[in-house]
């Protein structure tokens, strides 16, 4: 039986970061990588496709790093999280 895979839906998903990221706030998954327990996501940003980084998936999950899906400054100032 094959082992189920962590994060079945990395590829494609588009995130927002909480904070600008090489002048960037909104990236798409294009590619993603296991390495042993570890799984990386092949970031992209989506107005200058020059701006590519890995990033651990683990990280996508942390709220105060990013946000699923692509979000306005003010979407993200209505679901800030008190520090």
């Given at each position: ?16 970061s ?58 993200q ?7």
């Amino acid at each position: 039986m094959a082992r189920k895979q962590r994060f079945p839906y990395l590829v494609g998903s588009k995130w927002t970061s909480r904070q600008e990221t090489w002048g960037w706030r909104h990236f798409q998954v294009v590619n993603r990588k296991n390495e042993g327990s570890w799984v990386f996501a092949e970031m992209v940003a989506a107005c200058d496709p020059s701006v590519r980084f890995w990033v651990s998936a683990k990280q996508l999950k942390d709220a105060s790093l990013w946000q699923a899906g692509w979000k306005s400054l003010q979407e993200q100032a209505g679901s800030e999280m008190p520090l």
